[in-house]
Nanobody
């Protein structure tokens, strides 16, 4: 059974940092991209970032580039999203996703092959 389990969400002040983790299990993800979507209250879900499990190619949305860093630890089967300089508009539920397609083809979480249940990130002003 394939599972993506997110952790690391919480409440942080604007300007602060959080690191999200996505623990993957149940299959080999060597040919996959693993990444993150987020959904803020009243807004559509949006792509945040993704990393290719093999090779480490990364993709970022323009809204987080330069502030967020995605990485993976192959030994731990875990993908991380380091979020720095957080803003109130980063408040959202963050979902981990995995798919073999390149992230420029990711249109929504539901279109990805696997996804997790989400973790809440709240940034106070």
């Amino acid at each position: 059974q394939v599972q993506l389990v997110e952790s690391g969400g919480g409440l942080v002040q604007a300007g602060g940092s959080l690191r999200l983790s996505c623990a993957a299990s149940g299959r080999t993800f060597s040919s996959y991209f693993v990444g993150w979507f987020r959904q803020a209250p009243g807004k559509e879900r949006e792509f945040v970032a993704a990393v290719r499990w093999t090779g480490g190619i990364t993709y970022y949305s323009s809204s987080v580039k330069g502030r967020f860093t995605i990485s993976r630890d192959n030994a731990k089967n875990t993908v991380y999203l380091q979020m720095n300089s957080l803003k109130p508009e980063d408040t959202a539920v963050y979902y981990c996703a995995a798919d073999e397609n390149w992230p420029n083809l990711w249109r929504d979480l539901a279109g990805c092959e696997y996804w997790g249940q989400g973790t809440q990130v709240t940034v106070s002003s």
